[in-house]
């Protein structure tokens, strides 16, 4: 080492940071934690039924939403035939409740 005293910059100091967050990310917790103690053997439980892969997770998803958009809308269309139904049954009443008055 030189005998002056350096000074790490800024722009040293993040590119170290840096670099210590990548090897961080990079060496797996298992490595970094292990231990001489012997694997305990794993009870294998039951597959879910449910979908394996991610893709067919994203199917599912998508599935799911698509009946939620489905019901959602189908709703509405309920909801908007019964608001315009009753319109229509207020507007007849209101007009004399579609019968037809003799004229004098």
Do not use: C, W, Y
């Amino acid at each position: 080492m030189s005998g002056k005293n350096e000074m790490i910059s800024r722009r040293e100091a993040f590119s170290l940071l840096g670099l210590a967050v990548a090897i961080g990310f990079a060496v797996p917790s298992t490595v970094l934690t292990a231990s001489d103690a012997e694997a305990q053997a794993q009870t294998t439980a039951p597959a879910p039924s449910g979908p394996q892969t991610g893709t067919e997770r994203r199917q599912a998803r998508r599935t799911h939403r698509t009946e939620r958009r489905q019901a959602r809308r189908t709703h509405r269309a309920e909801r908007r035939h019964e608001r315009r139904a009753g319109r229509h049954e207020r507007r007849e009443k209101r007009r004399g409740g579609g019968e037809t008055t003799p004229k004098q």
